[in-house]
């Protein structure tokens, strides 16, 4: 079974900065895409940020594209998604998960083996 336990989501001030991780355990991140998405209140999920299985192709939501950065450490079985200059439309529940397809592919029906989420919170 896999696990995706996530960790950092906090209350930080607008233009503050947050780092996500997501620590998988009964699988093995290099042979998967991985992908954040976010949930806010009332709202349906939506894709954040996917990265390949080598991190060389990642893709980006436009409301984040110079702020997010999604990265990997295959050797620790973990991907980060760091978060600057956040904003309080930022505020969401924040999700990994994992696809067997390709990074381009970011519609969240591609993903699975989905987590409770960690709450981030952007408000001064």
């Known amino acids: 079974q896999v696990q995706l336990v996530k960790s950092g989501g906090d209350l930080v001030q607008p233009g503050g900065s947050l780092r996500l991780s997501c620590a998988a355990s009964g699988c093995t991140v290099r042979s998967y895409v991985m992908g954040w998405f976010r949930q806010a209140p009332g709202k349906e999920r939506e894709f954040v940020a996917t990265i390949s299985r080598s991190g060389s192709s990642r893709y980006y939501t436009d409301s984040v594209k110079g702020r997010f950065t999604s990265s990997r450490d295959n050797a620790k079985n973990t991907v980060y998604l760091q978060m600057d200059t956040l904003k309080p439309e930022d505020t969401a529940l924040y999700s990994c998960?994992?696809?067997?397809?390709?990074?381009?592919?970011?519609?969240?029906?591609?993903?699975?083996?989905w987590g409770q989420g960690t709450q981030v919170t952007v408000s001064s």
């Open positions: 998960a994992i696809s067997t397809g390709t990074a381009a592919n970011t519609m969240p029906v591609h993903f699975g083996s």
